[in-house]
């Protein structure tokens, strides 16, 4: 029997949980594993996402995964945003009335279309409320930039997860994608011939123009996460990168990184933004059309 | 219609308004490649693109600077319309950074050792 923590929350305590969590898993070899949620009283629900690539992995080899004792309101979130019927728990969805949910969903790394898709179902109507156009607009590019990231550089074959949430009491908008691939240490140390742990790796990934694009033939990157530092600079937001032992904090210009007892399967990108925010965006230079190439 | 000038609608090229995929960049850049090397000026029009990404734009313009066309011939053939301001600043910046990437690429992997090295995790 695997517990959960109290918590499970967007932060290192709450990711660290995960990792035990998989840990634990993997030491069930094939037997039958039973995860018991009794403990547990709260659970942001976009930690799906880095919860649904843990869990993703030991489904597809056919574990026999049972979950047991979630509490009703716990039960009903992950009912909500079908994390638990999508993952063949035999438990039935349940309608979305408040309109907080962004649907816990996994895409395979070819299938961009798929997230267009998603991206447009879940901006539609009351599924993101009270937020400005601009805003809006901003925060479907950035999750958009998240995911094109994840395809290009994690490499891995186990798909792309995604999920969020609306916190409408902190007016805090939350959206995590998660892959099971080769980890921004990997990548790094890889490309740059260097030795970096993984903290630094996700350091070296996040400053100035760095990108582990190969230039022969490719296409230049890096853009996307200093796109989303910027955008979540204005609107007072937050962002974690986890990826493997690294955790990674962004807030308020500030950093704070730590390092995991274990490593994370993979990489977790979570933005939160700040959903009252009414800034317009509005970039104040003009450019001329004629000087762009 | 001049014969030597083609528009490139990206809305219409990718079938849809959200300039989003990688993939779907690359579709751009082979109408715009296929232009240039027939040597055609391009009004690249970004009419009725809703959101867009650094990602769909460095496959769609970013690519271009990797060599197969000189600068002088896609500054001199290119011009974007349509597109809003928020939208032509973030192209200004995808090709400012394409023009860096493929000019040095030894100074994004020398960058790393301003990180202090350490043990792996």
């Given at each position: 029997?695997?517990?959960?923590?109290?918590?499970?929350?967007?932060?290192?305590?709450?990711?660290?949980?995960?990792?035990?969590?998989?840990?634990?898993?993997?030491?069930?070899?094939?037997?039958?594993?039973?995860?018991?949620?009794?403990?547990?009283?709260?659970?942001?629900?976009?930690?799906?996402?880095?919860?649904?690539?843990?869990?993703?992995?030991?489904?597809?080899?056919?574990?026999?995964?049972?979950?047991?004792?979630?509490?009703?309101?716990?039960?009903?979130?992950?009912?909500?945003?079908?994390?638990?019927?999508?993952?063949?728990?035999?438990?039935?969805?349940?309608?979305?009335?408040?309109?907080?949910?962004?649907?816990?969903?996994?895409?395979?790394?070819?299938?961009?279309?798929?997230?267009?898709?998603?991206i447009t179902e879940q901006s539609a109507g009351k599924k993101i409320p009270k937020m400005t156009e601009a805003l809006?607009?901003?925060?479907?590019?950035?999750?958009?930039?998240?995911?094109?990231?994840?395809?290009a550089h994690s490499q891995t074959t186990l798909g792309i997860f995604a999920c969020g949430q609306y916190y409408p009491k902190g007016n805090r908008l939350d959206f995590s994608v998660a892959d099971r691939g080769m980890g921004i240490r990997r990548a790094v140390n890889r490309f740059t011939g260097q030795r970096m742990n993984a903290v630094e790796a996700i350091e070296w990934a996040t400053t100035g123009d760095n990108t582990t694009r190969e230039r022969k033939g490719g296409k230049p990157g890096g853009l996307?996460?200093?796109?989303?530092?910027?955008?979540?600079?204005?609107?007072?937001?937050?962002?974690?990168?986890?990826?493997?032992?690294?955790?990674?904090?962004?807030?308020?210009?500030?950093?704070?990184?730590?390092?995991?007892?274990?490593?994370?399967?993979?990489?977790?990108?979570?933005?939160?933004i700040n959903t009252a925010d009414t800034s317009s965006y509005r970039l104040a230079s003009e450019l001329n059309p004629d000087s762009i190439f | 219609m001049n014969n030597g000038e083609v528009t490139i609608k990206i809305t219409d090229v990718i079938g849809g308004k959200l300039c989003i995929a990688s993939d779907d960049?690359?579709?751009?850049?082979?109408?715009?490649?296929?232009?240039?090397?027939?040597?055609?000026?391009?009004?690249?029009?970004?009419?009725?693109?809703?959101?867009?990404?650094?990602?769909?734009?460095?496959?769609?313009?970013?690519q271009l600077y990797k060599g197969e066309i000189p600068l002088e011939q896609i500054s001199e053939s290119i011009k974007p319309v349509g597109a809003s301001s928020d939208d032509l600043h973030l192209l200004k910046r995808v090709v400012d950074r394409a023009k860096e990437f493929f000019k040095d690429p030894e100074r994004f992997k020398t960058a790393a050792r301003k990180v202090l090295g350490g043990d792996d995790a």
């Amino acid at each position: 029997m695997i517990y959960l923590g109290q918590t499970i929350k967007s932060s290192f305590h709450g990711f660290s949980e995960l990792i035990r969590v998989s840990e634990e898993i993997s030491s069930c070899n094939d037997e039958k594993c039973e995860m018991n949620f009794s403990k547990v009283d709260w659970f942001d629900a976009n930690m799906c996402a880095p919860f649904g690539a843990i869990l993703y992995k030991f489904y597809v080899k056919g574990w026999p995964i049972t979950v047991y004792g979630q509490r009703p309101e716990i039960a009903s979130i992950l009912q909500r945003n079908r994390f638990l019927p999508n993952f063949g728990f035999d438990i039935p969805i349940k309608p979305d009335y408040y309109g907080t949910t962004i649907e816990y969903k996994r895409f395979e790394r070819t299938d961009s279309a798929s997230f267009i898709e998603y991206i447009t179902e879940q901006s539609a109507g009351k599924k993101i409320p009270k937020m400005t156009e601009a805003l809006k607009k901003r925060f479907r590019a950035s999750i958009s930039e998240l995911f094109e990231n994840a395809v290009a550089h994690s490499q891995t074959t186990l798909g792309i997860f995604a999920c969020g949430q609306y916190y409408p009491k902190g007016n805090r908008l939350d959206f995590s994608v998660a892959d099971r691939g080769m980890g921004i240490r990997r990548a790094v140390n890889r490309f740059t011939g260097q030795r970096m742990n993984a903290v630094e790796a996700i350091e070296w990934a996040t400053t100035g123009d760095n990108t582990t694009r190969e230039r022969k033939g490719g296409k230049p990157g890096g853009l996307g996460l200093k796109l989303i530092k910027e955008f979540i600079d204005l609107n007072k937001g937050r962002v974690h990168i986890v990826s493997d032992s690294g955790y990674w904090c962004y807030e308020e210009g500030q950093t704070k990184t730590r390092r995991f007892k274990m490593p994370f399967p993979g990489t977790v990108v979570n933005i939160e933004i700040n959903t009252a925010d009414t800034s317009s965006y509005r970039l104040a230079s003009e450019l001329n059309p004629d000087s762009i190439f | 219609m001049n014969n030597g000038e083609v528009t490139i609608k990206i809305t219409d090229v990718i079938g849809g308004k959200l300039c989003i995929a990688s993939d779907d960049g690359d579709k751009v850049y082979q109408e715009i490649a296929r232009a240039l090397k027939a040597g055609k000026k391009i009004k690249l029009s970004f009419e009725g693109v809703n959101d867009l990404t650094s990602a769909f734009l460095n496959a769609a313009v970013g690519q271009l600077y990797k060599g197969e066309i000189p600068l002088e011939q896609i500054s001199e053939s290119i011009k974007p319309v349509g597109a809003s301001s928020d939208d032509l600043h973030l192209l200004k910046r995808v090709v400012d950074r394409a023009k860096e990437f493929f000019k040095d690429p030894e100074r994004f992997k020398t960058a790393a050792r301003k990180v202090l090295g350490g043990d792996d995790a």
